[in-house]
T-cell receptor, first 114, second 114 residues
Framework: NAGVTQTPKFQVLKTGQSMTLQCAQDMNHNSMYWYRQDPGMGLRLIYYSASEGTTDKGEVPNGYNVSRLNKREFSLRLESAAPSQTSVYFC?????????????FGSGTQLSVL | GNSVTQMEGPVTLSEEAFLTINCTYTATGYPSLFWYVQYPGEGLQLLLKATKADDKGSNKGFEATYRKETTSFHLEKGSVQVSDSAVYFCALTRLNTNAGKSTFGDGTTLTVKP
């Protein structure tokens, strides 16, 4: 009963380093999302994939890239990490992205950029 | 644009106290409204939702009523438990918008003491 699985759970990077956050869901959902959560703030959408083969920018896409590898997997890449990207990152999915559908979240990746 | 305003926290209550967390929103049309809960170290999970005016969402003793006249969706629980300690997020999704492009409030941290 895995749901949405994110790896890694914790990561520390130096400024300028790159890394990829992995996300996989086993619910056969079509739509997947990446958010960041900063202290005292709500979630902000970075990128999303409404269906396999498509990706679109969200509210805060600068400094990130994504890949929808297949229906199950949606990765987030930081090409050159900056301290401003220190945050908690959440992956989520929904069956079709329809209004009223609930979001299923992973447990998050805590990223620190020094 | 859309916005969600939650009462500022943190909120500290004694067990069995009555809980209200205020949420007001700004959006065009008739958005769907949600409350998500985030327990320590976990991702967000849906607590309840309402998709049209005057609907009441309920789950685990929590309730919220979609009030279009006051653009509010306040969360209430009659008797809180220590296990309700978490961060609560109010969110909305506009009609004809992908579910993941929700607007989230800043979150309200609830601590319940025995």
């Amino acid at each position: 009963n895995a749901g949405v699985t994110q790896t890694p759970k914790f990561q520390v990077l130096k400024t300028g380093q790159s890394m990829t956050l992995q996300c996989a869901q086993d619910m056969n959902h079509n739509s997947m999302y990446w958010y960041r959560q900063d202290p005292g703030m709500g979630l902000r959408l970075i990128y999303y994939s409404a269906s396999e083969g498509t990706t679109d920018k969200g509210e805060v896409p600068n400094g990130y890239n994504v890949s929808r590898l297949n229906k199950r997997e949606f990765s987030l890449r930081l090409e050159s990490a900056a301290p401003s990207q220190t945050s908690v990152y959440f992956c989520a999915s929904t069956p079709f992205g329809g209004v009223g559908e609930k979001l299923f979240f992973g447990s998050g990746t805590q990223l620190s950029v020094l | 644009g859309n916005s969600v305003t939650q009462m500022e926290g943190p909120v500290t209550l004694s067990e069995e106290a009555f809980l209200t967390i205020n949420c007001t929103y700004t959006a065009t049309g008739y958005p769907s409204l949600f409350w998500y809960v985030q327990y320590p170290g976990e991702g967000l999970q849906l607590l309840l939702k309402a998709t049209k005016a005057d609907d009441k969402g309920s789950n685990k003793g929590f309730e919220a009523t979609y009030r279009k006249e006051t653009t509010s969706f306040h969360l209430e629980k009659g008797s809180v438990q220590v296990s309700d300690s978490a961060v609560y997020f109010c969110a909305l999704t506009r009609l004809n918008t992908n579910a993941g492009k929700s607007t989230f409030g800043d979150g309200t941290t609830l601590t319940v003491k025995p």
